[in-house]
């Protein structure tokens, strides 16, 4: 299973004669398969390699070696020449050979073209292309250059400008069994060996090139780029560097390193596995373990961040931790298929100086896998691809959710699943709509009950639906609230409404339509809202605010949100913000509208709820006995109305942690 490593981009600097590419007994398997006693052997820039005299002692008698050291001939010579008297060695220069047109069969290469090509240089490539024009020439139809290189960037370039252009076959071979045997230090450590393969055969117009590569194990793939040859061997080099990494010494000061595994063939990884090192290794033969995720729980934050993992690590107690999840599209037959499909995976990113005999211990949460199974795929011209899939979780509890295939760390909504029985003998799956999935929806909630006093009639605007959870709990919760639920994204409600059991009434409508828009029209009309609660994602998260988009925030939509709100009215914000200038700019923007702002920072994650009104709340005791009210009022509610059984809002956190910004 070759894998992709994602570590810092540099190029691969490699002193080759640094570098050992292996000799007959790493390289044999693969040279059987591509060379024939029969065949005429012609060995390019020979060296003192004994490659050539142990292909010749294992049957292979018509091998001429060529070097252009005079010395290094005579050495072979006298070296050889009495136990092998049918070899030949001669001097000359590769790139202008004496020899007949098509005199050979296969013309073998052990490092020659990578001692060739130090660099991309025009004269370099001036030699090289002299270099390939030889071998083609001395070539027969049919014949092989086999090159056993380390594939530099450039190196595989060049080869695959040169030979698939001339028609020839182009196949790219891991030699691991040669990577094994060399040094693990210097500049080469870690590189990959590879045996690069070119089948000569008539130039025909019009045809396409055969291009292969075999990395894993005997699996051969054909591909239809040489984009795709240099990304699959790329890719492979990264992570042998990474692994290479990882045997030198602890990525303790790196955070953490992370690479996703593949199944021969595939485009979509199997699994992404992130590697942690406690900060200083303890002695305590607790040396190095893996942590299998279960499906459906990659997303917790436990698994998901970097902050989690290392407490992970820490509770472990392990110097060393592969922190294994699984990917959708996959099957998994059980814990224990997976633990042996990724042995080996796992020994490659053991600590140095573990035996490679050692048995790593395998833990993960329960024991088995999960389960998860995708119950829609669908396509939204916002969004992009999603799916709507069901997970098994702690206690073999039911959960629905809908994940955005381009964002797929995070859950965009969730439903928890009751199994009801039905006079068919099946039991029913019905969404459990007293589930709060997003705990910022339950202080959101707070906000509502604050802005609509008990036994008073009041409008909400909830811009953002999703997969409807929060609406659903509102509606459910208070009974003498409107809700008038917008967003921009009917494949939305239609997932709302078929999946998560969203039910328009007269109590809630949902509005297809553009979420600014709508604010901006409203405030024209003079609608008015008790409450406007903003939990909109934004489509391009990169610029460090992934919740709302910026034109959310602007200084001339929240006017309208004030018009819409009132005096006493109250603008509840999710807002999700990795970078603190963004976050400073925003809470700029509102207190510059509203005159009285608070918020609320989850723990353990990157939401923060503002309360924002432009009631003139002087007092920050009265901010924080107001919220406490409601939040009290939000827990007797859910009781009453079978919600909740026990107290939905942490009120003690809430009151404690609350900021009143002045």
């Keep these: 299973m070759p894998s992709s490593g994602k570590e810092g981009q540099r190029r691969l600097n490699v002193f080759i004669f640094l570098c050992r590419y292996g000799e007959y007994p790493e390289l044999c398997g693969l040279l059987h398969k591509y060379i024939k006693p029969k065949d005429v052997i012609l060995m390019v820039g020979c060296g003192n390699s004994t490659l050539s005299a142990d292909l010749y002692d294992v049957g292979y008698r018509c091998i001429t070696n ?3 050291s005079h010395v290094v001939i005579r050495q072979m010579q006298d ?12 001097q000359m220069d590769a790139l202008n050979m004496t020899f007949s047109d098509c005199q050979f069969s296969v013309v073998l290469d052990k490092g020659t073209l990578d001692a060739l090509m130090p660099d991309d240089s025009e004269d370099v490539r001036r030699k090289t292309d002299k270099f390939f024009n030889e071998i083609d020439r001395v070539l027969r139809v049919g014949g092989r250059y086999i090159c056993i290189s380390l594939l530099q960037e450039h190196i595989l370039a060049t080869l695959l400008e040169f030979f698939p252009t001339a028609g020839w076959m182009f196949r790219v071979c891991r030699c691991i069994e040669a990577e094994q045997k060399s040094p693990q230090s210097g500049d080469g450590a870690g590189l990959p060996v590879f045996i690069i393969v070119c089948t000569k055969f008539r130039k025909l117009p019009s045809v396409q090139p055969v291009l292969e590569v075999c990395l894993a194990g005997e699996h051969i793939q054909r591909v239809a780029s040489s984009a795709e040859v240099m990304s699959s061997v790329k890719s492979l080099q990264q992570s042998s560097m990474v692994c290479a990494k990882l045997k030198r010494g602890s990525v303790a000061g790196c955070g953490e390193i992370f690479l996703d595994l593949f199944h021969p063939g595939e485009t979509t990884p199997r699994y992404t596995v992130h590697v942690l090192d406690q900060p200083y290794a303890r002695e305590s033969g607790r040396r190095f373990a893996a942590f299998i995720v279960p499906q459906g729980r990659e997303t917790e934050w436990l698994f998901a961040t970097p902050e989690g993992r290392s407490t992970l690590l820490k509770s472990a107690g392990f110097d060393r931790l592969a922190v294994v999840t699984l990917h959708r599209d996959q099957i998994y037959k059980g814990l224990d298929a997976v633990q042996e ?3 080996d995976s796992i020994l490659h990113l053991a600590p140095p100086g573990l035996d490679q005999n050692t048995q790593i211990p395998f833990l993960s949460v329960g024991s088995d896998v999960g389960r998860r199974e995708i119950c829609y795929r669908g396509h939204s011209q916002i969004s992009g691809d999603f799916i709507v899939e069901e997970v098994e979780g702690d206690g073999r509890q039911l959960f ?18 009751k199994l009801l029985k039905s006079r068919k003998g099946k039991p029913k799956k019905v969404v459990d709509t007293g589930y709060l999935a997003c705990e910022h929806h339950t202080y959101m909630t707070v906000g509502v009950a604050l802005a609509a006093p008990d036994g008073i009639e009041c409008n909400v605007a909830v811009i953002g639906l999703g997969g409807g959870g929060l609406c659903t709990f509102l509606q459910h919760c208070f009974q003498k609230v409107r809700i008038t639920a917008v967003d921009i994204d009917p494949a939305m409600l239609e997932v709302a409404t078929e999946y998560f059991n969203l039910v ?8 297809i339509r553009d979420g600014v828009q709508f604010i901006q029209q409203a405030a024209e009309k003079g609608t008015s809202f008790h409450a406007v609660l903003f939990d909109v994602d934004s489509k391009t998260p990169g610029d460090g605010m992934s919740c709302p988009p910026p034109q959310f925030l602007v200084p001339t939509l929240l006017q309208d949100v ?4 009132g005096d006493k009215g109250l603008f509840i914000l999710n807002l999700v913000c990795r970078s603190s200038k963004l976050r400073e700019e925003a ?4 207190k510059a509208i509203f005159k009285s702002i608070s918020s609320y920072k989850l723990e353990q994650e990157v939401n923060e709820i503002i309360f924002c009104t432009d009631d003139d709340i002087e007092e920050t005791q009265t901010w924080r006995s107001s919220l406490e009210a409601a939040a009290r009022r939000v827990n007797a509610l859910a009781k009453k109305r079978k919600l909740h059984t026990g107290e939905l809002v942490d009120v003690t956190n809430l009151i404690s942690c609350l900021k009143i910004t002045a």
Aim: hydrophobic share 35%.
């Design 341 to 343: 499909e990724l042995t």
């Design 504 to 511: 328009q009434d007269e109590r809630l409508d949902v509005y």
């Design 562 to 565: 004030k018009k819409c709100v």
């Design 587 to 590: 809470i700029k923007n509102l």
């Design 66 to 68: 060529i070097d252009i």
């Design 79 to 90: 070296a050889h020449g009495k136990d092998r008297p049918n070899m030949v060695y001669q």
């Design 400 to 417: 629905r959710r809908l994940i955005f295939l381009n964002n797929q760390g995070v859950i965009q909504s969730e439903a928890r699943l």
